[in-house]
């Protein structure tokens, strides 16, 4: 698709998978926003960095961006965090000043607020990617539908409007507006309807693996990475691939732990949970209640199919792990029907 660069991502999809059934010829090609059709506003980021003393061109911005968002990923994992978060933002947002050299916490603050109140409601999310255009008449002019599914705060459409490209598009689907975000199986759900086609009639193009690739697979299509810039960025330095994820932190996690529980009351547990938590730490309850703790993030969600409730945790060090999870059982202590992985 011109210079939008797309490969498959990590395990087999279900397009290619050892075994699998044959795949449907593609009849829907269906794209995240920001990221992959839309890019960050670099410019007008170096711009105000300038004003605050902080040289960095938009080339630098644009590289420190694409390496914050590759450390960001493993945060997003399915039933992580949001992508809509202030957490989520701010972290993202801090990683990507890092990456500038920018490390003291009243500087990030500052640009942190600047960021929050720049053109709202779009944000800086409002140049299309340079490849868009061509790489959407390429799908139509193959006679494939041509979609957008986004987690957004409710203003993807008219993003995609200003830019030019809503025109060349059947459908776009904005979680905000429709209630569900990625990597929920239904927002994808929704996308196949839109397209009139059958999950395994359907790609879905992204930038984010946790969200997108993963997301895209648990609903039934296939996932594909948009690799584009981080090839680029590969290209254009004399140091190996790897050496690029040298400075990203390394995440410590649990595997999926199983705590039985009674089938008539694990909603109402994970419910109850979410209640008490969320009076501490900012928790969604899509699917279960998903703890964003300051050093990582915890997962308890119910089984659809079995009496046990299921629970993960993730953060920087073995101990932040620890420490959220003995926070979480020392809750769930409080229902003597269920049992704690030991």
Same mark, same amino acid.
């Given at each position: 698709?011109?210079?939008?660069?797309?490969? %498959?991502?990590?395990?087999?999809?279900?397009?290619?998978?050892?075994? *699998?059934?044959?795949?449907?010829?593609?009849?829907?090609?269906?794209?995240?926003?920001?990221?992959?059709?839309?890019?960050?506003?670099?410019?007008?980021?170096?711009? /105000?960095?300038?004003?605050?003393?902080?040289?960095? %061109?938009?080339?630098?911005?644009?590289?420190?961006?694409?390496?914050?968002?590759?450390?960001?990923?493993?945060?997003?994992?399915?039933?992580?965090?949001?992508?809509?978060?202030?957490?989520?933002?701010?972290?993202?947002?801090?990683?990507?000043?890092? /990456?500038?050299?920018?490390?003291?916490?009243?500087?990030?603050?500052?640009?942190?607020?600047?960021?929050?109140?720049?053109?709202?409601?779009?944000?800086?999310?409002?140049?299309?990617?340079?490849?868009?255009?061509?790489?959407?008449?390429?799908?139509?002019?193959?006679?494939?539908?041509?979609?957008?599914?986004?987690?957004?705060?409710?203003?993807?459409?008219?993003?995609?409007?200003?830019?030019?490209?809503?025109?060349?598009?059947?459908?776009?689907?904005? *979680?905000?507006?429709?209630? &569900?975000?990625?990597?929920?199986?239904?927002?994808?759900?929704?996308?196949?309807?839109?397209?009139?086609?059958?999950?395994? =009639?359907?790609?879905? &193009?992204?930038? @984010?693996?946790?969200?997108?690739? @993963?997301?895209?697979?648990?609903?039934?299509?296939?996932?594909? @990475?948009? %690799?584009?810039?981080?090839?680029?960025?590969?290209?254009?330095?004399?140091?190996?691939?790897?050496?690029?994820?040298?400075?990203?932190? /390394?995440?410590?996690?649990?595997? =999926?732990?199983?705590?039985?529980?009674?089938?008539?009351?694990?909603?109402?547990? &994970?419910?109850?949970?979410?209640? =008490?938590?969320?009076?501490?730490?900012?928790?969604?309850?899509?699917?279960?209640? !998903?703890?964003?703790?300051?050093?990582?993030?915890? @997962?308890?969600?119910?089984?659809?199919?079995?009496?046990?409730?299921?629970?993960?945790? =993730?953060?920087?060090?073995?101990?932040?792990?620890?420490?959220?999870? !003995?926070? &979480?059982?020392?809750?769930?202590?409080?229902?003597?029907?269920?049992?704690?992985?030991?």
């Amino acid at each position: 698709m011109g210079g939008l660069i797309i490969m %498959s991502a990590g395990e087999p999809g279900p397009m290619n998978r050892p075994g *699998s059934p044959a795949r449907r010829p593609v009849r829907a090609v269906i794209f995240d926003a920001g990221n992959t059709l839309l890019r960050m506003n670099y410019g007008v980021i170096a711009d /105000h960095l300038r004003t605050r003393g902080r040289a960095a %061109s938009p080339e630098e911005v644009e590289e420190a961006e694409l390496r914050a968002r590759v450390r960001l990923d493993p945060h997003l994992a399915p039933g992580a965090a949001s992508t809509e978060s202030t957490v989520t933002h701010g972290r993202y947002l801090r990683y990507l000043l890092e /990456h500038l050299a920018i490390t003291d916490d009243g500087e990030i603050d500052a640009i942190a607020r600047w960021r929050r109140g720049y053109n709202l409601p779009v944000g800086l999310w409002n140049r299309a990617d340079p490849e868009a255009l061509a790489a959407i008449r390429r799908v139509r002019e193959a006679g494939r539908v041509a979609g957008v599914i986004s987690n957004s705060n409710g203003s993807v459409r008219s993003i995609l409007e200003e830019t030019g490209l809503a025109a060349h598009l059947d459908f776009i689907i904005d *979680s905000s507006v429709v209630g &569900v975000e990625k990597p929920d199986p239904r927002i994808f759900q929704l996308g196949l309807r839109e397209a009139g086609v059958a999950p395994a =009639e359907a790609v879905y &193009v992204g930038d @984010l693996y946790s969200v997108d690739v @993963l997301g895209a697979r648990a609903a039934g299509l296939d996932g594909i @990475l948009a %690799s584009c810039r981080f090839l680029q960025l590969v290209a254009s330095s004399p140091a190996p691939a790897s050496s690029h994820f040298d400075t990203l932190p /390394h995440l410590h996690a649990t595997p =999926e732990l199983k705590a039985p529980c009674p089938d008539d009351k694990k909603f109402a547990v &994970v419910a109850e949970l979410a209640r =008490e938590f969320r009076s501490r730490f900012e928790t969604i309850d899509i699917d279960g209640a !998903r703890i964003l703790f300051p050093e990582g993030w915890g @997962l308890v969600r119910a089984s659809n199919t079995n009496p046990y409730l299921t629970l993960r945790f =993730e953060g920087p060090t073995v101990e932040a792990v620890e420490n959220m999870q !003995r926070m &979480v059982y020392d809750a769930l202590r409080r229902f003597p029907y269920v049992t704690l992985p030991a």
